[in-house]
C-alpha cells in the first residue's frame, strides 16, 4: 500500500476549492488501487483547515519559513513527505503548483503530466487527460502509480461535498529558509467583488462589447438573469474589467449552469475555460465564429442590439 500525496493550497486560511477537487479525485483513485491520501498544507494556522478533510493522514508544515510562499522552501518541505511509498504527487495547476511539481519531479526524477483536466482509472492504470497545444487537443497518457507528479486545472471535475473525514494531523518543522527572500506581495487587484467559478449563470463579454460604456448594457442583463458579468482576454486587456473577471486559460476555469458568450469568438484559450458548462449560448455577428462550435445554441446579431432588448423582454416577464 502507498500513498497519494496531496499539495494543498490555503487561502485565508481556508483550503482552496482546487485543493478540494484534488482531495476528491484522490480518494477515488486511492480507493481503486489500494493506497491512502495525505494532504499537505502550509502555515502555522492549517490546523483548522485540514480537520475534517477526506483524507487518511494530513500534514502541517509550520514555522517561520513557510508563512508566505518561497519555491525553494515549499519544495524542500514536500521532498520531505515524498518517499518511496509514494504512488502519486498530486498540485493544482497554479502558479504554486507549477513551480513545486516540476521541481518535486526532477529533484526525485519521477514523470511528470501538466495541464490535467481528467485523471481516471482504467483498471489498474491511471489515465491523466492533458491539454496540449494551448488548450488545441486532449491528450491521453498512461499515468505509472510509482511516484508520478501531476498539476491539475482547477475546476476540472466537481466537489462531492458529502465527503468529510477524520485524518491523522502531525506538524512537521519547514526546512531551513532557501536562498530566495520575499521582498513584497503584490495584491490582487481591486474589483474582485464576485468569484465567476462559483455563480451559476455568466453573461461573459467580449471584443465584441466595442466601448467600456456598453458593459452597462452586460450589467443590467446580468441582473435581471440573476447572473454576473465575466469576459475573454481582450476585455481586460483593454482595462475595462479586471483580470478577477476574465475567463480562459490565462483567467478562470468555470462550469455555470448557463455560459451566455456575448461578442466572444471563441479563441482556443478561451474554450479552455469554458467548454464544460452546462448550457452555452453564444451571439456573434459573424455566423463563422469557433464559439458556435461548443455552443449548444447561437445566434448571429449585434450583441449591442440584443442586450438591452433582452434585458427589456426579461424585464417584462418578471414584472
Same mark, same amino acid.
Given at each position: 500500500m502507498g500513498q497519494i500525496v496531496v499539495v494543498g493550497e490555503l487561502l485565508d486560511g481556508a483550503l482552496s476549492d482546487g485543493t478540494f477537487e @484534488?482531495?476528491?479525485?484522490? &480518494?477515488?483513485?486511492?480507493?481503486?488501487?489500494?493506497?491512502?491520501?495525505?494532504?499537505?498544507t502550509f502555515g502555522d494556522n492549517a490546523r483548522d483547515a485540514v480537520r475534517e478533510v477526506d483524507a487518511d493522514d494530513a500534514v502541517i508544515v509550520s514555522g517561520p519559513a513557510v508563512a508566505d510562499y518561497q519555491p525553494e522552501t515549499y519544495e524542500n518541505a514536500v521532498l520531505q513527505i515524498v518517499g518511496e511509498d509514494t504512488a502519486l504527487v498530486m498540485l493544482g495547476n497554479t502558479t504554486m503548483g507549477m513551480d513545486l511539481g516540476a521541481a518535486v519531479a526532477a529533484r526525485k526524477n519521477r514523470p511528470m503530466v501538466a495541464y490535467c483536466t481528467d @485523471?481516471?482509472?482504467?483498471?489498474?492504470?491511471?489515465?491523466?487527460?492533458? %491539454?496540449?497545444?494551448?488548450?488545441?487537443?486532449?491528450?491521453?497518457?498512461?499515468?505509472? @502509480?510509482t511516484g508520478a507528479v501531476v498539476t491539475v486545472i482547477p475546476g476540472s471535475w466537481p466537489v462531492d461535498s458529502s465527503r468529510a473525514g477524520s485524518p491523522a494531523i502531525r506538524e512537521e518543522a519547514a526546512p531551513?529558509?532557501?536562498?530566495?527572500?520575499?521582498? &513584497?506581495?503584490i495584491e490582487a487587484e481591486s474589483g474582485q467583488d464576485v468569484d465567476i467559478t462559483k455563480a451559476d449563470i455568466l453573461v461573459s463579454v467580449g471584443r465584441?462589447?466595442?466601448?467600456?460604456?456598453? #458593459?452597462?448594457?452586460?450589467?443590467?442583463?446580468?441582473?435581471? #438573469?440573476?447572473?454576473?458579468?465575466?469576459?475573454?482576454?481582450?476585455?481586460?486587456?483593454?482595462?475595462? #474589467?479586471? &483580470?478577477? &473577471? %476574465?475567463?480562459?486559460?490565462?483567467g478562470k476555469t468555470v462550469k455555470p449552469k448557463v455560459y451566455l458568450a456575448l461578442g466572444i469568438s471563441g479563441a482556443p484559450e478561451h474554450l479552455q475555460g469554458m467548454k464544460d458548462a452546462e448550457l452555452i449560448i453564444a451571439v456573434n455577428n459573424d455566423e463563422r465564429a469557433p464559439i458556435f462550435d461548443v455552443a449548444h445554441y447561437g445566434a448571429t446579431a449585434d450583441i449591442l442590439d440584443l442586450m438591452p432588448a433582452l434585458t427589456e423582454k426579461l424585464e417584462g416577464r418578471a414584472g
Open positions: @484534488l482531495l476528491t479525485r484522490a &480518494r477515488d483513485i486511492a480507493s481503486a488501487a489500494g493506497h491512502t491520501v495525505t494532504v499537505v @485523471l481516471t482509472m482504467d483498471g489498474a492504470v491511471l489515465v491523466a487527460t492533458s %491539454q496540449v497545444y494551448g488548450g488545441k487537443l486532449n491528450a491521453e497518457v498512461e499515468v505509472p @502509480l531551513s529558509p532557501a536562498n530566495l527572500e520575499l521582498t &513584497r506581495v465584441g462589447i466595442e466601448d467600456p460604456d456598453n #458593459l452597462e448594457l452586460a450589467d443590467a442583463l446580468a441582473e435581471v #438573469l440573476g447572473g454576473v458579468v465575466s469576459c475573454s482576454r481582450p476585455v481586460v486587456d483593454a482595462g475595462w #474589467l479586471p &483580470r478577477s &473577471r %476574465q475567463v480562459g486559460k490565462s
